[in-house]
């Protein structure tokens, strides 16, 4: 079992929707969690991180956290086609971030 | 310029070379790390240092050294390049804190 597991999508939106990226994870000492955005060929670019139970606003992005369910989102409003990108999970159960292998997100117009 | 730079961002070398990745960066951090990044495979750890006299390696280190020569550098070295060493290696520093990494542009690797 991988420690933090996406699936690898794509997940295709119509842009104003709402997108849903989910992640799971397999250590319960994780205190942390990261949401990275990654285009093609870039870096990957933090767009959140969440370590309480519950929701996280920040503009058109919620983080989600549930460690009971060891399981946490990203939702993202009024999707643009510029948010077209790979998502990447990632937490942090000691010293080193772990990743989920991403999910491709595609928006269309 | 760059909070994290690296060096070179294209490279393409024969199997057998050596060759080295170096990266440099302005956050003041303590803690920097190498990532590669396979198709279908996400980012995996090659080596992390904590400090310049801590080294550690990641679930991926065989065929790779560091180098912390400073607190803002970190260098990476394949010393016998092989084919399936070829992918886009990313260096990134961390804080320690909840913040995540910051990373660089990365290097885009290829072995022939």
């Known amino acids: 079992q991988k420690e933090v597991e996406q699936n690898s999508g794509p997940l295709s939106v119509p842009e104003g929707a709402i997108a849903s990226l989910n992640c799971t994870y397999s250590?319960?000492?994780?205190?942390?969690f990261f949401w990275y955005r990654q285009y093609s060929g870039k870096s990957p670019e933090l767009i959140m991180f969440?370590?309480?139970?519950g929701d996280k606003e920040d503009g058109r992005f919620t983080a989600q956290l549930n460690k009971a369910s060891q399981y946490v989102s990203l939702l993202i409003r009024d999707s643009q086609p510029s948010d077209s990108a790979t998502y990447l999970c990632?937490?942090?159960?000691?010293?080193?971030?772990?990743f989920g292998t991403g999910t491709r997100l595609q928006v269309f117009p | 310029d760059a909070d994290v730079t690296q060096t070179p961002r294209n490279r393409i070398t024969k199997t057998g070379k050596r060759i080295m990745l170096e990266c440099s960066q302005t956050k003041g951090h303590d803690r920097m790390y190498w990532y590669r990044q396979d198709p279908g495979l996400g980012l995996r750890l090659i080596y992390y240092?904590?400090?310049?006299?801590?080294?550690n390696k990641g679930e991926i280190s065989d065929g790779y050294s560091v180098s912390r020569q400073a607190q803002a550098k970190f260098s990476l070295s394949l010393e016998s390049a092989i084919p399936n060493q070829t992918a886009l290696y990313f260096c990134?520093?961390?804080?320690?804190?909840?913040?995540?990494?910051?990373f660089g542009s990365g290097t885009r690797l290829t072995v022939v």
């Open positions: 990134a520093t961390g804080d320690g804190n909840h913040y995540g990494y910051t």
């Open positions: 250590d319960r000492g994780s205190q942390s």
């Open positions: 969440i370590y309480s139970n």
């Open positions: 240092s904590f400090d310049v006299k801590d080294i």
């Open positions: 990632a937490a942090k159960p000691t010293d080193k971030l772990i």
